[in-house]
């Protein structure tokens, strides 16, 4: 038996009903979707179903969704996509100094090929202003990019409001929704967003399969060429088995989010009151209700959070710090919402899932405490 698993919001593992639905399309249902024989037309029809199964998730039509190769891909397509089909029109995007790796490094990209982006601050919480929002918009604008949920401190950003803005000047408005697809309500008309997406290995389908969510009527350039897959979209035969496994993973979700929600809620606050109660100096990091419902970041004062976590081999859990060169960096999001490099550095995320158990969560807390009370006496 591996170590206790509180990191589901760097991966999840594939649900079994998933695995299921998927075993079929590596052996008899092996066919080109593009072929016009039984056995292409067998698979051609299980990826609409799926494309129906993610769109019924997102509220939209089934048109409107692209899968993509993960959701690294997903958010290159749209940003990268948006911003080549409009360089007439503009050259500035607009992002939050706190996205994920995928968006930062393409907005980077633009960057040093001519266009001009705005990355704006959040607050102590990690959500960005309105305002900010409003004020960075100029003539030249031709994307809002913000994410729905941070993956390290789990906080919402208010993206209907962010979304009607963006209507009011008619600009193109994604979101990278992979943390919150699946944990959450993502229905795009009530977010208001134009782009969303959708990773599945975040939602208990498998790695290396994603989905792109395009409002009817938008154009955007193709990052990869070839033949017409995808709508012309998005050229490559289809990976037909982590489509169909993506596909049932969500509509498993759309089954149970609620319920989930509401268990990994409860489950994790118990952990942060357990924490919190045994082991003193524990600062929560990110909104306190505006967040995701299975995650946790939590500071511990004095203690070096990846230390804490070599001694407790027990627990899968991450950090945000990063080594370089020898030495642990402090989480660049923690620092962008204005926490202090030491308390960074004893950040611990917790990020709980389908099969986290309340035995799991009270284990954890007294393990973690136990440690952290070593660690300040000192006790190697």
Not at 4 to 11: G, R, V
Not at 60 to 79: H, K, M, Q, V
Not at 97 to 109: D, F, G, K, N, S
Request: proline residues 4%; hydrophobic residues 40%; glycine residues 10%.
């Amino acid at each position: 038996m591996g170590p206790i698993y509180f990191d589901y919001n760097a991966t999840t593992p594939v649900d079994p009903r998933v695995l299921e639905a998927m075993l079929p399309y590596f052996r008899e249902q092996f066919g080109n979707p593009s072929s016009s024989h039984a056995y292409g037309l067998a698979t051609h029809a299980a990826v609409d179903r799926a494309r129906s199964q993610v769109a019924d998730l997102l509220g939209c039509a089934p048109g409107e969704i692209i899968f993509t190769g993960g959701g690294s891909e997903a958010d290159n397509l749209a940003i990268k996509g948006i911003a080549e089909a409009n360089q007439a029109r503009g050259d500035h995007l607009i992002t939050t100094q706190i996205e994920h790796p995928a968006v930062l490094a393409t907005c980077r990209y633009l960057e040093r090929r001519g266009f001009r982006v705005t990355y704006l601050p959040v607050d102590g919480y990690g959500r960005v202003s309105l305002e900010d929002v409003q004020q960075a918009i100029t003539p030249t604008t031709i994307l809002i990019t913000i994410m729905h949920a941070n993956n390290e401190v789990g906080t919402l950003q208010p993206l209907a409001a962010i979304g009607d803005l963006a209507r009011e000047r008619g600009l193109p408005f994604h979101t990278d929704a992979a943390q919150s697809v699946g944990k959450l309500p993502t229905r795009v008309d009530e977010l208001g967003v134009d782009l969303l997406t959708v990773a599945g290995h975040k939602l208990y389908a498998p790695k290396g399969v994603g989905a792109l969510f395009i409002r009817h009527g938008l154009r955007l350039e193709s990052l990869i060429h070839g033949a017409g897959h995808e709508g012309g979209r998005r050229a490559g035969t289809e990976n037909i088995a982590s489509i169909v496994g993506l596909g049932e993973a969500c509509h498993l979700a759309g089954e149970e989010i609620t319920a989930q929600a509401n268990r990994l809620r409860s489950l994790r606050d118990r952990l942060y009151e357990r924490l919190a109660t045994q082991a003193d100096g524990v600062h929560l990091n990110g909104h306190p209700t505006e967040r995701l419902p299975n995650t946790l970041n939590v500071s511990f004062t004095g203690i070096d959070g990846e230390a804490l976590l070599a001694r407790t081999s027990e627990i899968a859990a991450s950090t945000g710090s990063a080594c370089h060169a020898g030495r642990t960096e402090p989480s660049a999001v923690l620092l962008a919402m204005g926490v202090s490099p030491e308390l960074a550095l004893g950040a611990v995320r917790f990020s709980l899932g389908r099969w986290t158990t309340q035995e799991e969560v009270d284990r954890v807390a007294s393990l973690l405490a136990q440690q952290v009370k070593e660690l300040r006496r000192g006790v190697s």
